[in-house]
């Protein structure tokens, strides 16, 4: 839901709607999800596939995200668009992976 929360987020402040700073997109490793999966997560579910599989997507995800920020504040709108577009696949991708290890975890 996060993930969803931020493309949220991202649309509106490309929309001039909200302010996002770069601090306000943290690491990878420093969001709730990843403190999570850092820690806790891989210790319980670092066997399963789709768990390892996760971290490239979702520190993608991270970089996009600060990119978009970047890149707007330099005035670049249409990059900034461009790179926002791809967000929602990728997105994606993250939730079809943590549905698998939450499949694969109940098992």
Not at 25 to 54: D, F, N, P, T
Request: glycine residues 4%; hydrophobic residues 40%; proline residues 2%.
């Amino acid at each position: 839901m996060a993930h969803r929360v931020w493309t949220t987020r991202l649309r509106a402040f490309l929309d001039g709607k909200e302010a996002l700073s770069i601090e306000q997109a943290v690491s990878h490793e420093h969001c709730i999800w990843g403190k999570w999966y850092y820690s806790e997560g891989l210790q319980k579910y670092g066997h399963i596939h789709e768990m390892k599989e996760m971290e490239k997507p979702h520190t993608e995800l991270h970089h996009m995200i600060k990119e978009i920020i970047n890149l707007k504040e330099q005035g670049n709108f249409q990059r900034a668009e461009a790179i926002y577009i791809q967000l929602p696949a990728l997105s994606e991708k993250i939730i079809r992976l943590l549905d698998a290890v939450e499949r694969k975890a109940s098992q």
